[in-house]
């Protein structure tokens, strides 16, 4: 059933999920999804990645649509509510925790707006058709290496991106039912035409060819519980603000698992346009960014209405960009609403923005992004993550978790979610905040 159309929730179930998928369908997939899987043993990695999506959207994803919806507010408020259904005294606590996530949601924003600075900068040129001439290593060179090199492009995102917000889910989920079905859909057009490539079907046998000695190898499913993970933005902040926006009849599992099913497919899509592509050209695909501005305008230049694809290609990744890029600024914005109830919505929203671009536009050059990012992801992210799932696991209630879980499902939730969650999700979590640390990734 869905909500009730008050103000401040979605309206829709179909709505919430395309919200939940926006944000976590970005660069984690687009990129990082085919980079990982073309490193680490293709139709291996993507057997991991399966079982991981479906634990960690099953338990992870779930608790964290409950934890908002039973209090009702963001990060702050629910890490204050779980460790207070403990012992009152713990509320405290709880709270200053949250402010660790909250942090990375912010921090990996700032980042964020500037690559997707890139991304616009991309589909203009794209528009204008200077991008089928370029060399495009020295093109990509020319602003990624160049200080305040996108400034119009980058205040284009972050103030167009923060407009969105005005209205909280009501307009989140408006835009969302329009950036993400046309997302799909221009991929989709451009995995059909990369299917027609000659050598294509190479990279189809790598996606999807087992090979058994991959699976031995421990670290293809450390990346592939890492992207698994990240992908479904289970990071202890984002997704709990769109769970307090939930109606009290949603079925929080039913719908944790259907963002899970669209994230999976664009992960898929995304890796479908890319891999292939790349084997038929014989490139890298663990190239990072330089996929998206190196690789891809490459082969689309070297195509029939390569220029037409361009400019479909950096439409779609300006969609899931800021669609992600909601999510995090309204994971802070709220909470900082609810903290500070005086400040109201336009306020917050203009400090958002006043933070993102003063500290964002020195992180635009790629040599200041990327080591921003790696401490963001290394640091923040795995910590904040890792607090999140102890603390509804381990801190909260079990009564009041499972509660929560089990309203308006079909079928309760019991103690083997919970020994799930507890034994196997904790843990999960834990191991990557260590791998993390301990070897410097960044997920």
């Known amino acids: 059933m869905g909500a009730r159309g008050k103000k401040g929730q979605f309206t829709s179930n179909w709505g919430f999920i395309l919200s939940a998928v926006g944000s976590a369908v970005g660069m984690a997939n687009v990129w990082g999804f085919p980079a990982k899987m073309g490193s680490n043993g293709g139709g291996a990695f993507l057997l991991a990645y399966l079982v991981f999506i479906a634990l960690f959207s099953a338990v992870g994803l779930c608790a964290e649509y409950a934890v908002g919806r039973r209090a009702r507010t963001g990060a702050l408020g629910a890490y204050r509510m779980a460790w207070a259904s403990r012992k009152p005294a713990l509320g405290k606590a709880g709270g200053a925790l949250g402010w660790l996530p909250l942090a990375g949601s912010m921090c990996i924003a700032i980042g964020y707006a500037a690559i997707i600075a890139y991304v616009l900068k991309a589909f203009v040129d794209a528009v204008t058709g200077s991008l089928m001439t370029v060399d495009t290593a020295q093109w990509f060179d020319s602003f990624s290496l160049t200080p305040y090199s996108v400034v119009p492009f980058h205040a284009i995102v972050v103030i ?27 991929f989709l057009a451009l995995a059909v035409r990369v299917a027609f490539l000659p050598g294509a079907g190479e990279g189809y046998r790598y996606m999807f060819s087992l090979r058994w000695e991959e699976l031995r190898d421990p670290m293809v499913w450390v990346w592939a519980m890492g992207q698994a993970f990240f992908s479904l933005s289970i990071t202890g902040s984002g ?84 669609s992600s890029l909601q999510n995090m600024f309204e994971a802070v914005g709220e909470s900082l609403l609810h903290r500070f109830p005086k400040l109201g919505r336009k306020t917050v929203l203009a400090l958002l923005c006043i933070i993102c671009l003063g500290v964002g536009l020195h992180m635009e050059p790629i040599f200041r992004w990327g080591p921003w990012m790696d401490i963001v ?67």
């Open 160 to 186: 167009g991106t923060l407009l969105t917000l005005l209205l909280g889910a009501k307009s989140i989920e408006k835009s969302n039912k329009v950036m993400m079905p046309v997302f799909f859909l221009i």
């Open 239 to 322: 997704m709990i603000v769109y769970g307090a926006y939930l109606d009290r009849e949603m079925d929080i599992g039913s719908l944790a698992r259907q963002t899970a099913l669209f994230d999976t497919i664009a992960a898929l899509v995304a890796a479908l346009v890319i891999i292939p592509a790349c084997f038929a050209y014989g490139l890298d695909v663990g190239a990072g960014p330089s996929l998206l501005f190196v690789t891809l305008p490459r082969i689309l230049q070297d195509i029939p209405l390569g220029g037409i694809f361009a400019v479909i290609l950096y439409v779609a990744m300006v969609f899931a960009g800021v």
């Open 377 to 443: 992801s290394i640091y923040i992210i795995p910590i904040g993550a890792t607090l999140g799932a102890a603390s509804w696991f381990w801190v909260m209630r079990r009564e009041d978790l499972l509660d929560e879980v089990s309203r308006g499902a079909k079928k309760a939730p019991g103690a083997l979610w919970y020994a799930l969650g507890r034994y196997v999700y904790v843990p999960c979590a834990a191991i990557l905040c260590l791998v993390a640390l301990v070897m410097k990734v960044a997920f």
